[in-house]
């Protein structure tokens, strides 16, 4: 039976009338509360624990750790930036405490699109959830969401080491590649004649995409995929891409993405993009059979998504972990077992017992193709379709043959 190290926070307010009025001028409150040597002593002995440390992707998701959230005002974010990091839950493999969740309660859109958000977030979150899972007795840390942005992808000087870091991006890459083949295969597709289009194909996370998909089984065409401002970018990136190219037979195309645009025509899509704000509609999502989402929160609105369902497949990027793996937190995936690419690969860097810094910067396709290695040493693989919003996804006969999908 597993160590419970959850203790709930009592609402005794709830008994009165005025429980409205109270939650709206409350502070906020934990849903749990967990200490960190209550993580630490019960770790494995010797071994340390994983750690997988994340931000507010949006607001919703503040409700899964808080009482009274509130609605979104100035002080209400001057609140939440004076909020600690914390403990959102353990982490178990079987009955056995392996790690933690630790959550930075600051969601992606107050910090991401400024230099001095970011210079925020980094000392009054980023900093302290690290040095909250030292205290926890975490050695490796997996950086989740755009928390590697906090410290320029590991480049950053830090005081609190352990734990190391790793910034997810070898394993993610990973992941995306095994899901476009996972869908060309239920889709009845041949990936290697697929054209494959890459979203947000200029940052740091995509260019390491788009070396690991032309890496070995490659699709026919790759078209890098980013706003007008990044052309020159783009257009590097493919001289280099094809450069590099060990087979030879792909081809690598660019494009601009805005709304006067029209998208170019390809058969499944890669979404690696950071923004705060939806920018693909429920027409652009049936240009394509299917859309593999890693971008932070999403690429399409959920109405997009649900509007669009049962013409394409739009689906959340995830691992399922190994038998026994359960996270004990509620990300918007299958199951606890279920977990996000960025915490695979510390939870492998972990396993193999890595005392240093794992994957920092953009890193090279031999590390991509390492660390690859170790998401199926350690069970990691591909789980059921999934879409963004949340809810299962089950392929039909409409998914697999219809005649409005615009795939070449």
């Known amino acids: 039976m597993k160590t419970s190290v959850l203790k709930e926070v009592p609402t005794h307010s709830e008994q009165h009338a005025g429980l409205n009025l109270h939650l709206n001028c409350a502070p906020l409150a ?27 992707t949006d607001w919703d998701t503040l409700s899964f750790s808080f009482h009274n959230v509130k609605h979104r005002s100035a002080s209400f974010e ?35 699109g400024s230099p001095r958000g970011i210079k925020r977030f980094r000392e009054t979150q980023f900093f302290p959830a690290l ?13 989740g969401a755009s928390t ?31 899901w476009a083949i996972h869908c060309c295969n239920e889709l009845d597709l041949a990936f290697g004649n697929t054209k494959l289009a890459l979203f947000g194909a200029a ?5 390491t995409v788009a070396k690991y998909l032309l890496y070995k089984d490659a699709p026919k065409e790759l078209v890098l995929i980013d706003l007008p401002d990044k052309l020159n970018l783009l257009t590097e990136q493919a001289k280099e891409l094809l450069a590099s190219d060990l087979l030879g037979k792909s081809r690598v195309s660019v494009h601009t993405f805005s709304p006067d645009t029209p998208l170019p025509q ?13 920018y693909l509609s429920a027409s652009e999502l049936r240009r394509a059979q299917f859309w593999i989402d890693d971008s932070h929160p999403r690429a399409a609105s959920v109405e997009a998504e649900l509007a669009s369902r049962g013409q394409t497949l739009y689906i959340e990027c995830f691992a399922r972990g190994p038998a026994g793996l359960d996270t004990t937190f509620p990300f918007r995936l299958p199951s606890t077992r279920d977990c996000y690419t960025c915490f695979a690969e510390g939870y492998s860097a972990w396993q193999e017992g890595i005392a240093s810094d794992f994957i920092i910067g953009s890193p090279p396709v031999w590390s991509v193709s390492y660390t690859h290695g170790l998401l199926k040493k350690y069970g990691f693989s591909v789980g059921p379709f999934h879409g963004k919003n949340g809810s299962p996804i089950s392929l039909d006969t409409q998914q697999r043959s219809n005649p409005e999908l615009m795939g070449s």
């Open 131 to 143: 040095e909250l899972a030292r205290q926890a007795g975490l050695n490796m840390v997996a950086m």
């Open 266 to 278: 390809f058969d499944g899509a890669i979404l690696a993009s950071s923004t705060s704000v939806p």
């Open 203 to 207: 940052g740091r996370l995509g260019t």
């Open 30 to 56: 934990l849903k749990h509360t967990i200490l960190p040597e209550q993580i630490r002593d019960n770790l494995p002995p010797g071994h340390g624990g994983v750690g997988f440390l994340f931000h507010a």
């Open 78 to 112: 001057e609140e939440l930036w004076h909020t600690r990091p914390f403990i959102a839950s353990p982490i178990y493999s079987g009955s056995q405490i392996i790690g933690a969740n630790i959550a930075c309660p600051v969601p992606l859109e107050m910090w991401l």
């Open 148 to 178: 590697p942005y906090a410290c320029n992808y590991g480049a950053l000087p830090r005081h609190t080491k352990p734990p190391h870091i790793t910034t997810g991006h070898a394993a993610t890459a990973a992941m995306l590649k095994d």
